[in-house]
Every structure is written in C-alpha cells, then in structure tokens.
C-alpha cells in the first residue's frame, strides 16, 4: 500500500479531515441517542471495518456516560480457514478491544463468531466429501460466513425488536456494490441509513460510503486507534500482500481485491490463485512456515479428470446421474478424504514444530472438527475401519483423544482388514458389503426392523456395478430407454393444442 500523496484539495472534497471526522462523529451520536435500538458492527479487522468502528469508539467516547446506555455489539465472522496472519490480527484485535472498552466504561461487546460444527469447511469437505468450492457450487460462503453472523443479528432483533447494522461499505469498492447501494437508497430511512433486503426489522448505517480508498487510508493513517490495536501494522499486513502495495481485505461476495489478490480463507479455491498468501510468503522471510498452507490449497484446486478421480462416480444418495451422456461425480472417495485428512494434518504438525512462537498452537484443523469427520466416516459412511485415529497418530505422533469405537462396529480393524483381502482388490465389492453388514448392526438390537429390507436393497442397488464404467453404460441404458418412452407417448391436450396448425 502506498502511502496517500495526492493534494489534499482533492481528499474530502477539500475539507480539513478534522471537519469531516467531527460531522460524523456528530451524526453517528444523534443516531445512537435516538432511540433503544442496539448496534451491531461488523468488523473484518481490514481497514474499512476499522475506520468504521474508530469513527463509532470516537462518538461514543464523547457522550456523556449517562447516554451511553444501549449496546455496541462488535462481531468478527471466522470461518475457521481464514488467512492464519489476518486470523492471529482479529483475535488480538479483539482481545484489545475487550479491554479498552471495560477500561472505557464503553457499551462495545465483542464477539468473535464461528459457523457451526456442520457447516466447517473441513467437516464437509473431509467429512461428507464435498468437493472443493467452485463458483457453480459455491457451498462455502453461506455456511461459514453468512449463517454465523445473520443468526447473531436475528438473536439481537429476537431479543430487542430491532437492530441497527453499522457497516463499512463503500460505494467505490466494487460497480456491483455502487448498484446494491443504490437500490437501498430509494427506501432509506435517513442519509446513510438503509432497509437491511436480508434481515427482517433491521437497518443498514453505512457512515463512509462516499469515502475513497485513499480517503481511508489518510484516516486510518492520521488518527490513533481508538482501542489502541495499532493502524500502523495494519498498513503493514496489507502492503505484505501484494506485489503493487495495495490490498483490501475481502469482506463479504461484492467487496472487491486488488488486482485478483484477496484475504480470506486459505483453503479458497475460488480464485485461480490466492496471491496474497503469495505474496505474503514472498515479502516476508518469517512467513516461510505459511508454505505448507500454499501446497495444500494448490493440491485442493484440481480440476478437470485428475479431479474426477479424487471423486465417486456416483452421488451422496449412491446414484448415477448424467449431465448429457457424462457422468455427474459425487463426494469425494474415502482414499481421497483419507488423503486431505493425512495432507492437512502434515501441515499442522510442520506449522506447529518450523513456525514463529505464535503459531506453535495454531489449529488449522479443531478438535471438534476430527471428531465429527471420524463421526461421519464411520456411522454415517459405514466406514468401520475407523482410519481417522491411526492417521492422527502417523502423522502427529499422538495418540487421537477418542474412545475406541469398537463396540459400536459390527467388525474390527483386523476383519475389516481379512474383508478387504476376501474381496480381492475389488474396493466397490467391499464397500458394499461392509456397508450391508453395517446395515444389518443398525437394525439388529431394533425391536421392530422396519425399513431394514428397504435399506438393504438400497445398498444392493448402490453397489451392484462392477465398476465406473459398467455404472457409466447403465445409466446410459436407463437414459436411452427413458428418452424412447418418451418418444412414444400419447401428447397431452397442451402438447396437442400447441401443435395444431393456426
């Protein structure tokens, strides 16, 4: 990033940055004695977020104690994945946040906010076996960064009828962002001050929404932190990141990167390549331990055949659909998730043993997160051979903390091991018939088995291919067939209307 150096005449429109900083301080604390509505700020820890929040510390600062009576809720969204430099950033951010407001007396709660156990990245990608996000199956996105944050702002509105989201969008971020902005603008209650279209009984307040790129910088570069988390390194995190200087922390889907660089999960593959993790390794020689982190997503953005073959050819359900005469690839394989597990848990092990004293603890994967993975292999995939702790242990040394599974398995390690000699290589055959044997456990101690036909034909079904191709041609078959019926069936009263000469 470099530093502003355009006259200041064309920064503000010419206004002394005191001027504008004192207006909307002003503002900001007419809006937040109006009424009991709380606040909820979004902060990213990037530096449209931050000069947001100054501006909001600032005004409230300067109330008199008896009107700073409704809360400032302050949310961070991790997605688990994020960027570990940006990640470490927020969180002591945070942590300074929290004392500077108790030391204050600031009505500023902050809340660092995480997706579900079921919506992390890793327990769906390792665990079910989604493949890796693309932009026509962005599955990402919703789970990790928009459910946490919508259902803490539904629990404030629950709790208080209202809310007032403080934002740091800007209508120079992005064409699209200028269009959404607009469109909210016809239905605005007060300037800057719009109908949130996704959260019923909530506002939008957006204070530095005409404000340029630059204009942030000269902000965040001539007033101090109001927490005391220095702008100072800020500017340096971002100038780590790019090759020209210059990097905006990616927000939400609209907020835009400088060139195709972005901050945000590492793990993200819906850019061609993360060049600010690139870069930050490049121009920085202490974050060489980031290098594994690099590998890995690269190893994640495969494409094209290599990446059908990390895949089942058939879907989450066990059937074979076709896109044209092409078979539509499901969830990953339980070689390649095994593979993922092993690669991403090599990472960690090297991070924590070559990296700096602050990421001797990092977790790239929670504990939480391996427990349900190694959930969903063995109940839900009927992967009883129960991998997951013999991986955990080859790859980091230690023991997994987690009971043994066996007296739920229909068949141990070592069977699991003579079934798979039984039958000869053949990895269809046996997944089918572990899983039928799985099947057989579920209903056993059942005292009516209802459904347990149903659920063993549906295994059957699944698995009575021999292998792709045979699963290949008989979806071909099915399609051919059904197209021919088609063919020759009576039209409907439409179809023959439609045809009827005019």
Known sequence: MSTPTADARLLFAGRPIREVVDELTQEIRELYTADEVPWVVGYSGGKDSTA???????????????????????????????????ALWVTRSLESMRAA???????????????????TFWVNLIGRGYPAPRPKFRWCTERMKIRPSNSFI????????????????????????????????????????????????????????DWSNQEVWVFLEQVANAWGHSNTELKAMYMSASEDQECPLVV?????SCGDSRFGCWTCTLVEKDKSMVAMVNNVEERKWMTPLMELRDKLDVTGEEEHKLRDFRRMNGSVQLFGERIIHGPYTQEARETWLRDLLEAQTWVRANGPEEVRDLELVTMEELHEIR??????????????????????????????????????????????????????????????????????????????????ERTVKN???????????????????????????????????ADAPA
């Open 154 to 209: 539904r629990r404030v509105v629950r709790r208080h009828g209202e809310a007032i989201l403080v934002l740091g969008i800007r209508k120079q971020e992005s064409q699209a962002r200028a269009r959404a902005m607009a469109r909210h603008e016809k239905r605005r209650v007060q300037e800057r001050l719009s109908p949130n279209a996704n959260l019923p009984n909530s506002l939008v307040y957006s204070p530095i929404e």
């Open 375 to 456: 959930r969903q292999w063995v109940f839900e995939k009927h992967e009883v051979e129960d991998s997951l702790p013999r991986i955990y242990r080859a790859t980091t040394g230690e023991d997994f903390p987690g009971r043994p599974l066996d007296e739920h398995l229909t068949l141990g390690a070592d069977e699991m091991d003579l079934l798979r000699e039984a039958c000869e290589g053949d990895d269809l055959l046996f997944s089918t018939a572990r899983e039928l044997l799985e099947v057989e456990r579920k209903f056993r101690t059942m005292t009516r088995r209802s459904g347990l036909f149903e659920a063993l």
């Open 463 to 497: 698995g009575f291919f021999e292998n792709k191709e045979d699963a290949h041609a008989y979806a071909l078959q099915k399609k051919k067939l059904r197209d021919q019926i088609a063919d020759h069936l009576p039209l409907t009263d439409e179809e023959e209307d």
């Open 252 to 256: 939400d889907n609209t907020t835009p």
């Open 52 to 86: 947001v929040l100054q501006l909001v510390w600032t005004a409230l600062r300067e109330l008199p104690a008896e009107q700073r009576t409704k809360p400032v809720y302050v949310i961070s969204t991790d997605t688990l994945v994020e960027n570990p430099v940006v």
């Open 101 to 119: 407001a108790a030391e204050q007396g600031l009505p500023i709660e902050p809340h660092r906010l995480t997706p579900e156990l079921k919506d």
